[in-house]
């Protein structure tokens, strides 16, 4: 496997679009107000909206700069419009329509001839037409006039410098105030036929593909909302993601509210029209789609009764700003709303003709920050009689436990009702996912809280696919942690690789984009580990940060961690080894370059060969490796032991240390410590809080305090591989008494 960061195309494929192509308007808005843009056809633009205030407007909008693609999928920045004649038909209901006061109008941003910021404002009912909801608008920026009424009016508009421009949509009950409309408002703007012509109605566009790969991908509608489907979906398919896409329904722009500004209901208008423009360009384009649903939604539309509580009462947040809260898994009516919604998108994939399928996502108990479990709201207080847990990060008597067990069964029988939802929904067959997040649901500071947060009634075969998650851990790197949640997770429900799926990473700040590195290799773990998929999470952070991955023929450093299967005596040859040029001057002086910082050793493990057994085992080994091509452990005779070796100092922060040994001041980097042997030592004390991960580092479960030196004792082997292509022994020469010769060399490893 490799990856990329790619920031701008330099030399790869483009391709050309007409200026304005539909698929490439966005949408915006305030909160909590909902539109959506789609393509309804390949010269149409649809955008349905829904009002709730006075003063809420959406904006149609084109940007001079490509701000969402991938970089190597983007348009051209094209500044200059003056070239360009964009015609269009409109047609409008529960808009306010083009002749009205706040009706339309397009907004033109950027500079004016002499380079002042500047916006002018274009009235398109002056450039219109036919009747006020049905009309052919042409707007020729060579000849453009901002301004309400013309020619008194008129504002010329120079569109040589432009940033972005969009098209204001507002309700009929718009008056500019913040006031509550008399009931939320629902409304639709369709411009069909667009076409741009003009010197400057085409520009470049990427059009890069990446071969398929072993990867899938996984989008979520919170972040993707203003972009179209048919966007979205092009740098997912031209990125090489193929097969299930995990889309996760979000918990901030689905719904719809009532006049008091609470969840309601199921969908709202511009949510359902998004999500049928994607299932049926998800099916068009090949890929089947996940449809994945949390128990998480915006705090400020959440009902009240709705929201897990701490014992003190107060709701469970997360950290997003503004924040979103947890459903209580006791509580009917939310649980009753989830189902609804499960069955308002299954409904939506199954009318695409998509197989279905639908998965929880991380459903759990919140803890807040000090380690107070929410398990006191109303409904769950009635139905689990919790007794008091001021924290989860310490020892629990029995009856602690015993809540952490009731609220467990609640959970699991909370995500089983939402699956059987789902299952009938989709009319039978529906494949069911649980998601769950390995770093909080299995912290370590709080060993108990599995109880609830991974309940024994998750077990197989509750779902029909496990999907684990852990992007604090694998963006970090810490693949000890991944390994050891990974393993727990597997030991306590029963799911075998098979049965599972790893959504690898998250990359929550475009100036941490170089965690994608340590992402792509968690990936690279988890599919050697077997799982069914592996699913980077998630589209929008790909398209921002300029993500590639790409799969790699293997290389000639393959290892294969398998021992060489022959005792090697005292008889064998060991051979470290330098690269040192030496210049000697004519009056006997050398200057001398060493080319290696350590050695290097060679081997001749020939006189271990002792039997025709050993000569078959021999080239049945030399075979299976490829020869030199493949390379594997060798237990040195004579150095294999690391004993109280300096590995580090604490910094407070850093868990992780390389293991190496010292050889006077030359220092060796063991990278295939053997299993089981090694220990740790911090500030002279020894420790079993470690876990020791591929590539020879121990990994500490909590970080050393500044100045606080690391030591460790190890086994090691050497990896090597064949120095030849070609191995030559025969049973005459062995019973000859004469040794095969087996050379084997080094290789360099981390």
Same mark, same amino acid.
């Given at each position: 496997?490799?990856?990329?960061?790619?920031?701008?195309?330099?030399?790869?494929?483009?391709?050309?679009?007409?200026?304005? +192509?539909?698929?490439?308007?966005?949408?915006?808005?305030?909160?909590?107000?909902?539109?959506?843009?789609?393509?309804?056809?390949?010269?149409?633009?649809?955008?349905?909206?829904?009002?709730?205030?006075?003063?809420?407007?959406?904006?149609?909008?084109?940007?001079?700069?490509?701000?969402?693609?991938?970089?190597?999928?983007?348009?051209?920045?094209?500044?200059?419009?003056?070239?360009?004649?964009?015609?269009?038909?409109?047609?409008?209901?529960?808009?306010?329509?083009?002749?009205?006061?706040?009706?339309?109008?397009?907004?033109?941003?950027?500079?004016? +001839?002499?380079?002042?910021?500047?916006?002018?404002?274009?009235?398109?009912?002056?450039?219109?037409? $036919?009747?006020?909801?049905?009309?052919?608008?042409?707007?020729?920026?060579?000849?453009?006039?901002?301004?309400?009424?013309?020619?008194?009016?008129?504002?010329?508009?120079?569109?040589?410098?432009?940033?972005?421009?969009?098209?204001?949509?507002?309700?009929?009950?718009?008056? @500019?105030?913040?006031?509550?409309?008399?009931?939320?408002?629902?409304?639709?703007?369709?411009?069909? $036929?667009?076409?741009?012509?003009?010197?400057?109605?085409?520009?470049?566009?990427?059009?890069?593909?990446?071969?398929?790969?072993?990867?899938?991908?996984?989008?979520?509608?919170?972040?993707?909302?203003?972009?179209?489907?048919?966007?979205?979906?092009?740098?997912?398919?031209?990125? $090489?993601?193929?097969?299930?896409?995990?889309?996760?329904?979000?918990?901030?722009?689905?719904?719809?509210?009532?006049?008091?500004?609470?969840?309601?209901?199921?969908?709202?208008?511009?949510? +359902?029209?998004?999500?049928?423009?994607?299932?049926?360009?998800?099916?068009?384009?090949?890929?089947?789609?996940?449809?994945?649903?949390?128990?998480?939604?915006?705090?400020?539309?959440?009902?009240?009764?709705?929201?897990?509580?701490?014992?003190?009462?107060?709701?469970?947040?997360?950290?997003?700003?503004?924040?979103?809260?947890?459903?209580?898994?006791?509580?009917?009516?939310?649980?009753?709303?989830?189902?609804?919604?499960?069955?308002?998108?299954?409904?939506?994939?199954?009318?695409?003709?998509?197989?279905?399928?639908?998965?929880?996502?991380?459903?759990?108990?919140?803890?807040?920050?000090?380690?107070?479990?929410?398990?006191?709201?109303?409904?769950?207080?009635?139905? &689990?009689?919790?007794?008091?847990?001021?924290?989860?990060?310490?020892?629990?008597?029995? *009856?602690?436990?015993?809540?952490?067990?009731?609220?467990?069964?609640?959970?699991?029988?909370?995500?089983?009702?939402?699956?059987?939802? +789902?299952?009938?929904?989709?009319?039978?067959?529906?494949?069911?996912?649980?998601?769950?997040?390995?770093?909080?649901?299995?912290?370590?500071?709080?060993?108990?809280?599995?109880?609830?947060?991974?309940?024994?009634?998750?077990?197989?075969?509750?779902?029909?696919?496990?999907?684990?998650?852990?992007?604090?851990?694998?963006?970090?790197?810490?693949?000890?942690?991944?390994?050891?949640?990974?393993?727990?997770?597997?030991?306590?429900?029963?799911?075998?690789?098979?049965?599972?799926?790893?959504?690898?990473?998250?990359? *929550?700040?475009?100036?941490?984009?170089?965690?994608?590195?340590?992402?792509?290799?968690?990936?690279?773990?988890?599919?050697?580990?077997?799982?069914?998929?592996?699913?980077?999470?998630?589209?929008?952070?790909?398209?921002?940060?300029?993500?590639?991955?790409?799969?790699?023929?293997?290389?000639?450093?393959?290892?294969?961690?398998?021992?060489?299967? &022959?005792?090697?005596?005292?008889?064998?040859?060991?051979?470290?080894?330098?690269?040192?040029?030496?210049?000697?001057?004519?009056?006997?002086?050398?200057?001398?370059?060493?080319?290696?910082?350590?050695?290097?050793?060679?081997?001749?493990?020939?006189?271990?060969?002792?039997?025709?057994?050993?000569?078959?085992?021999?080239?049945?080994?030399?075979?299976?490796?490829?020869?030199?091509?493949?390379?594997?452990?060798?237990?040195?005779?004579?150095?294999?032991?690391?004993?109280?070796?300096?590995?580090?100092?604490?910094?407070?922060?850093?868990?992780?240390?390389?293991?190496?040994?010292?050889?006077?001041?030359?220092?060796?980097?063991?990278?295939?410590?053997?299993?089981?042997?090694?220990?740790?030592?911090?500030?002279?004390?020894?420790?079993?809080?470690?876990?020791?991960?591929?590539?020879?580092?121990?990994?500490?479960?909590?970080?050393?305090?500044?100045?606080?030196?690391?030591?460790?004792?190890?086994?090691?082997?050497?990896?090597?591989?064949?120095?030849?292509?070609?191995?030559?022994?025969? @049973?005459? *020469?062995?019973?000859?008494?004469?040794?095969?010769?087996?050379?084997?060399?080094?290789?360099?490893?981390?």
């Amino acid at each position: 496997m490799g990856w990329w960061l790619a920031k701008r195309r330099t030399v790869q494929a483009v391709d050309t679009i007409t200026r304005f +192509a539909s698929a490439y308007w966005t949408v915006n808005f305030p909160r909590p107000m909902m539109a959506a843009v789609t393509t309804p056809g390949p010269h149409a633009i649809r955008v349905d909206a829904v009002f709730y205030r006075r003063d809420d407007l959406a904006g149609l909008i084109w940007e001079a700069e490509d701000r969402f693609d991938h970089p190597l999928l983007a348009y051209e920045s094209a500044r200059d419009f003056r070239g360009c004649r964009l015609s269009f038909r409109w047609r409008s209901s529960g808009i306010k329509p083009l002749d009205a006061v706040h009706g339309p109008t397009l907004t033109i941003e950027g500079r004016d +001839a002499a380079g002042s910021p500047r916006a002018w404002y274009v009235r398109l009912w002056n450039y219109a037409a $036919g009747a006020p909801e049905d009309a052919q608008v042409v707007l020729d920026f060579a000849k453009l006039d901002g301004g309400f009424l013309l020619p008194e009016e008129a504002d010329p508009v120079w569109a040589g410098d432009v940033d972005r421009m969009f098209v204001s949509l507002v309700a009929p009950g718009y008056d @500019a105030s913040d006031a509550m409309l008399s009931g939320p408002a629902e409304g639709w703007v369709e411009l069909t $036929g667009v076409r741009c012509d003009g010197a400057g109605s085409v520009i470049a566009i990427g059009d890069v593909v990446v071969p398929e790969h072993g990867l899938g991908i996984a989008s979520g509608y919170d972040d993707s909302y203003n972009l179209t489907p048919a966007r979205l979906l092009r740098n997912a398919l031209h990125l $090489g993601y193929r097969g299930a896409l995990i889309h996760y329904v979000g918990m901030s722009h689905y719904f719809r509210l009532d006049a008091a500004l609470k969840v309601t209901g199921v969908l709202n208008v511009a949510c +359902a029209a998004w999500h049928r423009d994607f299932a049926t360009r998800a099916k068009a384009f090949g890929y089947e789609l996940i449809w994945s649903l949390s128990y998480e939604l915006f705090d400020a539309h959440c009902p009240s009764t709705w929201k897990q509580r701490a014992a003190d009462g107060s709701p469970a947040l997360t950290g997003w700003v503004p924040p979103s809260t947890l459903l209580s898994p006791a509580h009917a009516g939310a649980m009753a709303y989830l189902r609804s919604v499960a069955a308002a998108f299954l409904a939506i994939g199954t009318a695409a003709g998509l197989n279905p399928r639908f998965q929880v996502g991380e459903p759990w108990w919140w803890t807040m920050p000090d380690g107070r479990p929410c398990l006191y709201d109303a409904a769950a207080v009635a139905a &689990l009689a919790p007794v008091a847990i001021p924290t989860l990060r310490g020892p629990l008597d029995a *009856a602690q436990r015993a809540t952490l067990d009731r609220a467990g069964a609640c959970l699991a029988a909370s995500t089983a009702a939402l699956c059987a939802a +789902a299952v009938q929904a989709g009319g039978g067959g529906c494949v069911t996912h649980l998601l769950t997040y390995l770093p909080t649901v299995l912290d370590p500071a709080a060993p108990e809280a599995k109880r609830a947060n991974m309940p024994v009634g998750w077990a197989s075969p509750a779902f029909d696919v496990l999907q684990l998650e852990d992007y604090d851990w694998a963006a970090a790197g810490a693949t000890a942690d991944t390994a050891r949640g990974v393993a727990a997770a597997q030991a306590r429900l029963g799911y075998p690789a098979a049965a599972q799926h790893y959504l690898a990473g998250f990359v *929550a700040r475009p100036e941490d984009a170089l965690q994608w590195g340590a992402i792509d290799a968690a990936a690279e773990v988890a599919r050697a580990r077997g799982v069914a998929a592996v699913v980077l999470w998630a589209l929008p952070q790909v398209m921002r940060d300029g993500f590639v991955h790409f799969d790699s023929e293997e290389t000639a450093m393959a290892f294969d961690d398998v021992q060489f299967p &022959l005792a090697i005596g005292a008889a064998a040859e060991v051979a470290p080894t330098f690269s040192t040029a030496i210049v000697t001057a004519a009056g006997g002086a050398e200057q001398r370059n060493a080319a290696w910082a350590e050695a290097r050793t060679f081997y001749d493990v020939g006189p271990g060969v002792r039997s025709e057994a050993d000569i078959a085992a021999l080239l049945a080994f030399f075979r299976a490796r490829q020869g030199p091509a493949r390379a594997f452990r060798l237990r040195d005779p004579f150095d294999c032991t690391g004993a109280d070796e300096a590995i580090g100092t604490g910094d407070g922060v850093e868990r992780r240390f390389a293991l190496v040994k010292h050889y006077g001041d030359q220092v060796r980097r063991i990278t295939r410590p053997v299993a089981g042997s090694v220990s740790v030592t911090v500030a002279g004390v020894a420790t079993q809080g470690f876990a020791v991960e591929g590539g020879g580092s121990v990994v500490l479960d909590v970080a050393p305090g500044a100045g606080a030196p690391v030591r460790a004792g190890f086994g090691f082997d050497v990896p090597v591989r064949f120095a030849e292509d070609r191995l030559a022994v025969t @049973a005459a *020469a062995w019973r000859a008494g004469e040794a095969a010769s087996v050379p084997l060399v080094e290789v360099r490893e981390g």
